[in-house]
């Protein structure tokens, strides 16, 4: 059975940067596109960032210039290069994936930003 797993997350002071890494395992799935969503205290889950598997990209206007997601050519594997935290930035961050079968979600990685 698929999984998606994410790694990467932590404390980081403001202005710092943290690179967060997501990959599907367990299947040989077909994945389309992959993102990143984030729940911030108190709020709904929003969008970060998504890549679709012909690399089209689209970013929430909050992280433009800041955050960068790329993915890898032949596995199911995503990254999120996060560049120029704030602690608006804190937030648990989910990692997901779309198969022809629906979506999968990871189970979150906590981002903090704080000094």
């Known amino acids: 059975q698929a999984q998606v797993v994410e790694s990467g997350g932590g404390l980081v002071q403001p202005g710092g940067s943290l690179r967060l890494s997501c990959a599907v395992s367990?299947?040989?799935?077909?994945?389309?596109?992959m993102g990143w969503y984030r729940q911030r205290p108190g709020m709904h889950r929003e969008l970060v960032a998504t890549?679709?598997?012909?690399?089209?990209?689209n970013y929430a206007d909050s992280v433009k210039g800041r955050f960068t997601i790329s993915r890898d050519a032949a596995k199911p594997m995503v990254d999120l290069q996060m560049n120029n935290l704030t602690p608006e930035d804190t937030a648990v961050y989910y990692c997901?994936?779309?198969?022809?079968?629906?979506?999968?979600w990871g189970q979150g990685t906590q981002v903090t930003v704080s000094s």
């Open positions: 997901h994936a779309d198969w022809y079968d629906g979506r999968l």
């Open positions: 367990g299947s040989r799935v077909r994945i389309y596109t």
């Open positions: 890549i679709t598997h012909e690399y089209d990209v």
